[in-house]
């Protein structure tokens, strides 16, 4: 069984910061001077939405100081360019660290993709209790365990082996149900994964043991694992809750009311609290499902965003609204950000009116250059009608001024990406090529927009020839089926 490591990555992030005591991260990156580093906080473990909490510019001696106020322990990621490291902090702590990181890796637009990360060493060897190593520690021992006890599927592990593991695991670290304790309800719960998946069949023994009492531990990454997991695409499985009625209540009535009776038929959904926060999964879940409305399920989170009785559940409700949303035709969309090759602010003004494709490359990707001649003919035959901007993430402006020196033939719009990689996170362009379309008004009209070498010449045509084309010219599925 693999699990990651504590330094390396957590998959599930914490519950939204709030105010408390001060948590500080200081030490050295002597790798990155110069550039900014930042602190994050997870909002929730449903959308994991980020919040950037602090940043600084590391010095010319690799030096940076970070500050916020945490009132729990959570997960926090720091990040500098696109290279990140995840660990969990506890309130009123500092924390002196030493960060480094592969030179050729920290280059990477997605250096994860290659095993890269922030390689962080803790400089203070007092802190013989601080929770990244107790949890480290735990997580490599559970590691070895199953390893012994179970070699092969972990979904085939036997209710004998399982006990073998809660018995070694047991010698060593505390096992039992704390919620108010972080460490101890991380390893009731990582252990509880495990039982979930040898008693999948058996859903009413898991719920009264793990989930049937008065805590949810949003902040716990762990608890949330094991809570997501039992709870995925619920509302469809459940037995007690009819489809039919399901169906009904949001596709025709939209009333979150009649949903909440629906659902409540099922025993494992009687808690109000749980139930609701397994609504907002599931509707997460279901947008993208075309038997369901998704103006509906818009319209729903939105409801508990603004009524909700549970304040956590307010906040997760608009960032699964935000996140459903964020790339859908007419989203919000600015590129204001960017600079021209003559160091100017770029102006995406100008292009009101007409459709922008935007094609993201650097000088490392050679399909992207690729494409570009793909462009050249487009920009030409399109002229007047679409405006074509090719956008570096080269993460050192003068690549991108002798692209241009070199590539004199491309003669449309190029702007670098100014180095916001917060931009970079919340688009979640990672890979090259990537392409996105712009509407005439400069929303968004397609986050992934037809790829350039087979479907964007086709897709133009239809755009501004095929006039007499009874299909949409704009409808993706339409595309596809004309290939």
Known sequence: MAMATLWLCIAFPVAFAQKGY????????SFATNCEIQLTVFDDMLTYHKTVVAKDII????????????????????????????????????????????????????PMAYGGFLQISNNDSTLKEDINLKINHFENTLDRVVDFYSPNIIGDMTPSQYDSIVYQIGKRFPIQYHPTN?????????????EQIILQKYPDSLYHKYLDNEYILYENPAYMNFFTSFYHSYLLKSKKINPQELRKSINEEGSLIQLINVVGKDELLVNEKIRELVIILNLMQLYDNDNFN??????????????????????????????LTRFENGAPFSIS????????????????????????????????????????????????????????????FSKFLQFKEKYRQFDWHFVHFNNCYD???????????????????????????????????????????????????????ENNRNE
């Open 22 to 29: 001060p948590v500080t991260i200081q030490g050295t990156a």
């Open 59 to 110: 010095d010319k001696k690799g030096k940076f100081y970070l500050t916020y106020n945490a009132i729990q322990p959570q997960l926090v990621q720091i990040s500098i360019r696109t290279s990140r490291a995840e660990f969990y902090v506890e309130p009123g702590r500092t924390y002196d660290f030493t960060i480094d990181m592969d030179p050729q890796l920290f280059e990477q637009l997605d």
């Open 182 to 194: 972080f460490y101890k309800s991380y390893i009731y719960y990582s252990l509880g994964a495990i």
């Open 294 to 323: 998704k103006e509906n399920i818009l319209s729903l989170l939105k409801n508990i965003e603004l009524n909700s009785h549970f304040a956590e559940h307010r906040h997760i409700a608009a960032d699964a609204l935000a996140d």
């Open 337 to 396: 950000q960017m600079k021209e090759a003559s160091g100017a602010q770029f102006n995406p003004e100008k292009f009101k009116g007409k459709y922008v494709f935007l094609q993201f490359f650097n000088t490392t990707c050679t399909d992207c250059i690729r494409e570009m001649m793909i462009l050249q003919d487009l920009s030409q035959k399109y002229k007047g009608q679409i405006e074509f901007v090719s956008v570096s993430l080269d993460f050192h």
């Open 423 to 477: 931009w970079l996170d919340e688009m979640g362009i990672t890979t090259l090529p990537d392409n996105m379309l712009l509407n005439p008004d400069g929303t968004l009209y397609q986050r992934y927009a037809p790829d350039i070498t087979r479907k964007l010449p086709l897709f133009l045509a239809r755009l501004f020839n095929a006039k007499d084309d009874k299909g949409k010219p704009l409808d993706v599925h």
